[in-house]
């Protein structure tokens, strides 16, 4: 036990470095202009992964075991690093004003858990404050994940409670969520068309009247239809929140950002996990639905307007998000620094 746990803080240790860096890198790889088509296909490349991976996880146990699992997800790791080196076009040019000053690290337990908890969220909205979208996707993403987080508890006792006859529905309802996910990633990239503050507004909330919907599913093909359904819901707004911040944010500011969201992203993971220990039950699916219908929804419509903010204007080499700023007279690196 003492080495999985291990394990499982180095992976997430190298997480808070590479996951921040591997999104920046994006601005890298996509044309300007095509930010939701090529953010719908790598959506739909990361969920036809949650369908591959079940797939590939059964033959192994059948003629392996377990452990075989660890040197497998080992092995994809290191061609995930190879791809990795490249060669990728190389960054914009950005002025000497756009590299923000960097705070020390804190050396103390105390510190580091004052940094994750009030530093950084306070930080980063002083950040994206300038841009309203930004500000309304990164408050929303938040909720957003706090429900990611309450699902990881709420569908595998969904699955036991009510379809406790179906052997592996647990499977089934991830596999719908992952085949909605691909599906959703690739229609993305043909909206382009349609505003993407109300792309964003209409992928949340009907994905919320998706769940809400589950809980009149009595039958194991009507709940995995809804899964689906809200599987290309998701992936749809998800594009939308990869592109827009990918449009608005240079490469290091993209970069910081990311930096600054995953770790208090990660804490309302772990909030929405924990609150469900004590929410998901035979006799509360309906409580536990409302809490994720509400969370998913309503902060989506409190910050409606909030949507619609048109991109900032650019100087000529720069990408969209130099823009967020405070009033034209102050500098870029002001609010980086506030960042």
Known sequence: MWQIQALSFLIGLTTMFAAPARLALRTRVTPEGRELETNGLIVTAQRAASLLGPITVGPVLAFTGVSALFFAEAITALVAAVLLLGPFPAPRAQTATDEPARAPLPRTPLGI???????????????????????????????????????????????????????????????????????????????????????????????????????????????????????????????????????????????????MLLPTNDLFVLLGATLAGSLVAPDRLGVSVGVIVFFMAVPILVLTRSFFTPRPQRPDGQRAGQAIEQPAEQSVEQPAKAG
């Not at 930004?134 to 408050?139: D, E, H, I, K, R």
């Not at 508890?153 to 969904?158: D, G, Q």
């Not at 505003?195 to 919907?213: K, M, Q």
Request: net charge neutral; charged share 15%; hydrophobic share 55%.
């Open 113 to 259: 858990l004052r940094l994750l908890v009030l530093d950084n969220p306070r930080e980063l909205f002083r950040f994206v404050r300038g841009d309203g979208m930004v500000f309304g996707l990164t408050c929303t993403a938040f909720t957003y994940v706090f429900v990611v987080g309450l699902n990881s508890v709420f569908i595998p006792a969904f699955a036991k409670i009510r379809f406790p006859e179906v052997d592996g529905m647990l499977g089934y309802l991830i596999a719908a969520m992952g085949l909605g996910g691909a599906v959703g990633g690739l229609l993305a990239g043909r909206l382009k068309r349609v505003n993407p503050g109300l792309l964003y507004i209409l992928g949340n909330v009907l994905e919320s009247l998706c769940w809400l919907a589950l809980l009149a599913a009595h039958r194991p093909y009507v709940a995995v239809g809804l899964l689906v359904l809200a599987g290309i819901l998701e992936s749809v707004a998800t594009a939308v929140y990869m592109a827009e911040t990918q449009a608005r944010l240079t490469d290091d500011e993209l970069a910081r950002y990311y930096s």
